[in-house]
């Protein structure tokens, strides 16, 4: 049996192309999940691992949907590999149990891994640099300035908040938010 894996390391992101790309791979069964590549415990992915037995083939689109380092993906194929399951990466193709094949799947973990480090280091690097900014806040930017706060909490002195919400567009927790903080900073 064909078994597909597909994940997203987040929940906005879309799952969508890789299941169709396993679909069209012919895939009898496929296990998908929105879980972060960094975390061992993927329920999903073990749930799978304990499905597969001999003569089954495991696909997956991309290398680094696989496993989180070189480590864990030469373990995962190896376990796999003495269990009879067939492993199809299909940016690679078919990872081969003989000397060149795991060679050359050992190398392309690495590789991935390597590429991996290098987007942690380079994000590493930008918030560095815009720490050093003078106006620089971690997180999310705020989506409304403070003078359209300021404007929704003055109708607040003749409104209701559902009515001060439905003209400005600023939500009634974030108005509340906002009155509180305006009122902690008079005190």
């Given at each position: 049996?064909?078994?597909?894996?597909?994940?997203?390391?987040?929940?906005?992101?879309?799952?969508?192309?890789?299941?169709?790309?396993?679909?069209?791979?012919?895939?009898?069964?496929?296990?998908?999940?929105?879980?972060?590549?960094?975390?061992?415990?993927?329920?999903?992915?073990?749930?799978?691992?304990?499905?597969?037995?001999?003569?089954?083939?495991?696909?997956?689109?991309?290398?680094?949907?696989?496993?989180?380092?070189?480590?864990?993906?030469?373990?995962?194929?190896?376990?796999?590999?003495?269990?009879?399951?067939?492993?199809?990466?299909?940016?690679?193709?078919?990872?081969?149990?003989?000397?060149?094949?795991?060679?050359?799947f050992t190398v392309m973990s690495g590789f991935a891994e390597f590429e991996r480090d290098l987007i942690v280091e380079r994000t590493q690097?930008?918030?560095?640099?815009?720490?050093?900014?003078?106006?620089?806040?971690?997180?999310?930017?705020?989506?409304?300035?403070?003078?359209?706060?300021?404007?929704?909490l003055e109708l607040l002195t003749e409104h209701s908040y559902k009515q001060v919400e439905d003209m400005t567009g600023i939500s009634k927790?974030?108005?509340?938010?906002?009155?509180?903080?305006?009122?902690?900073?008079?005190?």
């Amino acid at each position: 049996m064909k078994y597909g894996y597909g994940r997203v390391s987040t929940v906005g992101q879309d799952l969508q192309a890789q299941l169709n790309v396993m679909e069209n791979e012919g895939c009898d069964k496929i296990y998908s999940e929105k879980f972060t590549g960094t975390k061992a415990d993927r329920p999903q992915f073990q749930a799978l691992l304990s499905q597969l037995k001999e003569g089954d083939t495991l696909v997956v689109t991309k290398l680094d949907r696989f496993a989180r380092s070189t480590a864990e993906a030469l373990g995962i194929v190896k376990d796999l590999f003495e269990r009879g399951v067939k492993v199809h990466v299909l940016n690679m193709g078919l990872i081969e149990n003989t000397p060149t094949g795991r060679l050359i799947f050992t190398v392309m973990s690495g590789f991935a891994e390597f590429e991996r480090d290098l987007i942690v280091e380079r994000t590493q690097e930008g918030k560095a640099i815009a720490r050093q900014r003078e106006d620089y806040r971690e997180g999310r930017p705020k989506k409304f300035s403070k003078k359209q706060v300021d404007h929704a909490l003055e109708l607040l002195t003749e409104h209701s908040y559902k009515q001060v919400e439905d003209m400005t567009g600023i939500s009634k927790s974030t108005l509340i938010r906002a009155k509180r903080k305006k009122e902690a900073e008079s005190k």
